[in-house]
């Protein structure tokens, strides 16, 4: 009889495990290999000339299903013909994240060369608001198999002993004194069914996970922007740099010429205090250009999430890529990709299922249970057992559950709401996007224009002023003209190229060039 009971004990145990396995095989996402995300290797060696989208698979330990990745891609609308093959860029990424040794950067390299697809593979793999997300995002998935433990066994095991020393209540007893042990003492009790209450509990789990992925997924968004703007700023700071120690230059060369006229007696005095003056100014015009440089500097640092990397230097300019955007298609995308928006979707899925759970709430559960002791006034005296099942409510109190259900029920609407209120800011935010990039777009041109125009005619009054026919404030008209043209000619670089970044956050997905075009 021991052996049966300890038999049917261990039976027990081990059908709860064969149930939670096969639960645990379950998907966490159901769509997780559909879903896509924004990050993207802007490899050089990429055919561009597709002009085609990338959306990379989420970022994951285990490289997702690519099969229903080329289904997706098959399946896709002709406008967004964008969409190229996401199957290497999703390996790249996923190594990138993964793999600290994928990163080819070593920030105790002095005076290495990086671009910004270098500065953007860093942050993947150091800037601590991915990692917080992706540790936030393992929390929620350890709560999937938190649920799932309700159909596991609770086990109980020990051994007892006491002295007892019964009260008399009557003349006719037994042994006042005895001893008592329970060695050993074993039971196992197990849920078999709650009527759904287990598996709405574990959806609810998956569903605040996905969204917890999405989260993931909106930081990385916002970290590749935040670098690419940084990195933008720095090339401005670098080329209005560049741009005043010119001036500098040519105002020294400007002092030198109107000393010489005054030596000879062509030009007043007043000329050549009026150059010592301009030369002054363009020199603190650069010491603060220098320092614009050192805080762009400190910007980039801290957007790929590491301060201290200052051994790097950077040898591009700022220049203008050629893109065809449509802002259908940016909308369309936006709304199957945005992390916010998809995160959403998840978090209202999730308040549908509460609202589900809180009406199975009212129902029992149906439990089996097994016990075995041996024992008695002597450690091997006897033995016993005990095993059964049972249908019963656990602390059941109606009006708590139908508040709850009241509440999950209002949270659902809220959830729903929230849902419509983001749609709406995504959709204001690509327009805004948009107008921005279009905005940029069209200033390049005449901004350059602007700039051709004023350094002609700079030259022009440099040269009448060395030939002695122009004057010191007709010059330094076309100085200060030329000076202007040339920052907002290059502010309208960095402000395109950033709108384009912020087109691919707002998106959740990056934009390839059509065709890549040097500066004027």
Not at 219 to 225: F, G, L, P, R
Not at 293 to 309: D, H, Q, R, W
Not at 347 to 373: I, Y
Not at 419 to 429: A, C, D, G, W
Request: with cysteine.
């Amino acid at each position: 009889m021991k052996k049966k009971l300890l038999l049917i004990i261990i039976a027990i145990i081990f059908s709860s495990q064969n149930i939670y396995a096969e639960t645990d095989n379950t998907p966490v996402s159901e769509n997780s290999n559909s879903t896509l995300i924004s990050i993207w290797d802007n490899d050089k060696k990429q055919d561009t000339k597709t002009h085609k989208r990338h959306f990379p698979i989420i970022h994951s330990r285990k490289i997702p299903n690519l099969d229903t990745v080329d289904k997706l891609l098959d399946n896709a609308s002709e406008q967004n013909r964008q969409i190229d093959s996401a199957k290497s860029i999703s390996e790249r990424i996923n190594n990138s994240l993964n793999n600290n040794n994928a990163i080819k950067i070593d920030i105790n390299t002095v005076n290495q060369i990086v671009n910004v697809d270098d500065c953007v593979k860093i942050a993947l793999a150091n800037h601590p608001s991915i990692q917080y997300y992706k540790s936030s995002a393992e929390i929620y998935k350890s709560k999937i198999a938190q649920a799932w433990s309700a159909y596991f066994p609770t086990i109980g095991a020990g051994i007892e002993y006491s002295r007892n020393d019964l009260l008399l209540t009557t003349f006719n007893t037994g042994k006042q004194r005895y001893n008592l042990f329970y060695m050993p003492n074993l039971s196992a009790n197990i849920m078999l069914f709650d009527f759904g209450k287990t598996k709405t509990k574990a959806d609810i789990a998956k569903k605040t996970y996905q969204a917890s992925e999405e989260n993931v997924k909106m930081s990385i968004n916002d970290v590749i922007y935040g670098v690419k703007k940084a990195y933008y700023s720095l090339l401005f700071a670098k080329q209005q740099e560049t741009v005043y120690e010119n001036f500098v230059k040519d105002d020294e060369a400007h002092l030198e010429q109107a000393n010489a006229f005054y030596r000879v007696g062509t030009k007043p005095k007043i000329d050549v205090l009026t150059a010592e003056y301009n030369l002054g100014k363009s020199k603190l015009n650069l010491i603060k250009s220098q320092n614009s440089t050192k805080l762009a500097y400190a910007n980039v640092n801290n957007s790929i999430g590491i301060p201290e990397f200052n051994n790097y230097a950077i040898n591009e300019n700022l220049e203008t890529r050629l893109y065809e955007i449509n802002i259908d298609d940016m909308l369309e995308i936006a709304f199957n990709t945005r992390p916010e928006y998809l995160a959403a979707k998840k978090k209202s899925e999730a308040s549908a299922l509460l609202v589900r759970g809180s009406r199975r709430a009212f129902l029992p559960d149906l439990n089996v249970f097994a016990s075995f002791e041996a024992g008695g006034t002597s450690p091997g005296n006897d033995t016993g057992y005990k095993f059964g099942g049972n249908l019963a409510y656990k602390n059941f109190n109606a009006l708590l559950l139908k508040k709850q259900l009241d509440e999950s029920k209002a949270t659902a609407k809220r959830d729903l709401a929230e849902l419509e209120r983001t749609r709406q800011k995504i959709y204001l935010e690509v327009q805004q996007a948009y107008i921005d990039f279009k905005n940029a777009k069209d200033s390049i041109p005449v901004a350059a224009l602007a700039m051709m125009e004023s350094k002609e005619r700079y030259n022009l009054a440099s040269g009448r002023y060395k030939v002695g026919v122009g004057d010191s404030i007709e010059l330094k008209d076309a100085e200060n003209t030329y000076l202007t043209a040339q920052l907002e000619y290059y502010s309208n670089l960095m402000n395109y190229n950033i709108a384009v970044a912020n087109l691919e956050r707002v998106t959740g997905a990056p934009i390839a060039p059509i065709e890549e075009q040097n500066q004027i």
